[in-house]
C-alpha cells in the first residue's frame, strides 16, 4: 500500500516542512493514496469573507469572479483565499475510498458528501467553474478533491436539500460551541446575523431558557427584522459592529448596564473585535469565528480597554457540529425556510 501522512503532509510542495492549510502549494495532481479518499466536485461552498472579498475585487462579475477562482485554485493546488487564509468547503461524489481506510469506514464510492474540513487545506483541481450564487457563496463546480486520512466529511442527509445542507456545515463549528457552551439564565451576544448568527441564535434561545437573554447587533436592517419574526433574539441591535462604543452603548442598555456572559463575534467584515469586547462583561467570554478577526487587534484592543475578557479561536471543528447544525434546520421550519430562500431555486 501508498500510504500518505496522515494530515496530508506529504502532499506539501512548499514550503517545506508546512502542514497543508499553511502551505503555498500543494499536489493536487497525483492519484489518491491508500489512505486518502478522492472526491468529484460538484460545488464549493466559499467562505462569507473570502467569497465577499473575491466578489468585491471582481467588480460583482461572474466571469471575472469565475476567473480568480480558477487562478486560485491553478497556483495553489487547493482554494485558499490568498489575503484572508480561509477556504470554506465543499460538495462531492465519493470516487475512491483507499484500501487502508475501507475497514474502519463506512463510506462507499457514489455517496454524496460533504467536506468538513477547510478548502484552505484540501487538494483541489478545477476542470470547469460553473455558475456563481453571490447570496449563499455557493460555486458550481467541476473538479476533483482529495481528503487526508485526518480529514472530516458527512454523509448529506436524504431529508435535506444538498446545497441547504452545505450552507450549514460550512458553519457548524458555530452552533457546535453554542450547544456546549451556552448555560440556562446566560446573556448571550452574537455580533453579525448572518448563517452562523442564525443557527447560533436558534441555540442560545434554546439553551438560556426565559431566565436568559439573547441579543444580536447586526447592520442589515432587513435581516434584523427577520430575526425578530422568527423570534431568535430577545433584543436586537440594528447597528455597525465598526462604531464599538454606540455598539457597547446600546448593550449596556438592553442588558441593564450587566452586558454579556457569552458572546460570539459572527461579522463577515473587518474591525468588529471591539465591540464585541466592550460588549462582554469581565471575566466573560467570547468566541471569535468571523474570519475578519484580527488577533493584535482583538488581543491588544482588550489589554488597552482594561477588559479581562477570555477570548476563544473559533475552531470551525467540535465533535457532532454536523450533526446538530443539520438538526437545528429540522427542528426549526421557519429558520429553515428563510435559509432556504436564500437559495437558488
Ligand atoms: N471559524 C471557522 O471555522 C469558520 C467557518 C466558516 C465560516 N467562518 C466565518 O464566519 C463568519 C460568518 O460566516 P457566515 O457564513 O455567517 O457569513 P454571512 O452569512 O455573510 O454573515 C455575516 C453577517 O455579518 C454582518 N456584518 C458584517 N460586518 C458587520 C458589522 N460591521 N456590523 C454588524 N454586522 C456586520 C453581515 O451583514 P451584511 O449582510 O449587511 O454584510 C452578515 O449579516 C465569516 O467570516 C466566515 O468566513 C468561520
Known sequence: MTLGDRYGAHRVLEPTGALPQAARRLDNASRPFDNEIGLQVSALHITSTSFQRLWREADQEPERMAEAITRIVAERGKFQDPVTGSGGVLLGTVDFVGPALRDGLDLSPGERIASLVS???TPLRLEHVGRIYPATGQVEVKGYAVLFESGLWARLPSDLPESLALLALDVAGAPGYAAKNVRAGQRVLVVGGGKAGLLILHEARKRVGVTGQVILVEMDQARCQTVLSLGLADVV????????LEV??????????ALADLSFNCASLPGTEMATILSTRDEGEIFFFGMATDFSRAALGAEGAGKPVRMVIGNGYTPGHAELALQILRENQPLRSFLNSLLPP
Not at 441591535?237 to 464599538?244: M, N, Q, S, W
Not at 457597547?248 to 441593564?256: H, N, P
Open 237 to 244: 441591535i440594528t447597528a455597525d459592529a465598526t462604531h464599538a
Open 248 to 257: 457597547a452603548r446600546q448593550v449596556v442598555q438592553a442588558t441593564g448596564g
Open 119 to 121: 478548502l484552505a487545506l
